[in-house]
């Protein structure tokens, strides 16, 4: 998903997100397109807006939170390759507990098949 709102890139929004022509985001509630200041930043790192007509605060462009599903494969092979999960966990940046639910959902899924 590329999301740029006033730059050159065409912006894919979320589902019942209302982009104008000019590339203006418009308000998910009331579909206005005036009066949509920033208002800060979520958890994850994504711009908010504040539609001033209903006073709505919404993110047209939300950044997923979460590791990615290649880093989840590669912890999984480095277990089977012998690694301990802190030795896992230090070379990847995740932490060790992490590495434990995401082994043990796996091993869950393969049980299952």
């Given amino acids: ?37 920033k208002s800060g930043f979520n958890v994850s790192g994504s711009q908010r807006f504040l539609c001033k007509q209903c006073q709505r605060i919404y993110t047209p462009c939300p950044n997923k939170n979460g590791y990615s599903d290649q880093v989840r494969r590669l912890a999984v092979q480095l277990r089977q390759q012998g690694m301990s999960y802190r030795a896992i966990g230090r070379k990847l940046d995740v932490g060790a507990q992490t590495i434990a639910n995401w082994l043990k959902i796996e091993d869950g899924s393969r049980t299952n098949d």
């Fill in 1 to 37: 998903m590329i999301c740029q709102l006033n730059g050159t890139f065409a912006a894919v929004y979320n589902p019942g997100m209302i982009v104008t022509i000019r590339g203006m985001i418009a308000c998910p509630t009331c579909q206005a397109t005036q009066q949509q200041v």
